[in-house]
């Protein structure tokens, strides 16, 4: 309970106390009932070793990832709750790049440098069909960028950006 008050407090939740009962804003509760539930959902999305993940999501998932979930409605209010929050997860949400094998260039946020995390392609350019995952950016050889490739598709700061990047 101390912890909690702590965290409260630091959220600028102030306490109205009446007969020894803490009050709060509507609205702040919303907030922060949001903000836990998202705490969750970002869970969902991140973490695949702990067992309340992995049981929610042989449960609701059905082989999609927490993203990508349908939403069911005769499902738990607690997935329900953590369903809404997927918008709030995925914003602040990208690919951390390995061996770029799993992430598409095109459709997949992971250049966390530039405002959705998607690169810029540079218009009038084509693109060839076999180039979609970030693994088609990387030299094989080297374990470097491609940046010859990447500045002729993307726009400059979307390459900058990409660059800047560690392979």
Known sequence: MVYLAVF???LGITFVSLKNVALFGLRRMEELNKALVAKLGWEMAVNRGSF???ALTAKYCR???FLAAPNQSRASWIWQGILQTREIVQAGLY???????????????????????IPLLKQDVVVNSFINRIQDLI???SFT???????????????KAILNLTS
Request: with cysteine; charged share 30%.
């Open 8 to 10: 409260i407090q630091r």
């Open 52 to 54: 309340w993940v992995e």
């Open 63 to 65: 082989g999609r990832q």
């Open 95 to 117: 690919w951390c790049i390995q061996e770029g094998k799993d992430v598409n260039i095109w459709c997949d946020p992971w250049v966390h440098d530039l405002p959705d995390f």
């Open 139 to 141: 030299d094989p050889s």
């Open 145 to 159: 960028w491609r940046a010859r490739l990447i500045r002729h598709l993307f726009e400059p700061i979307s390459a």
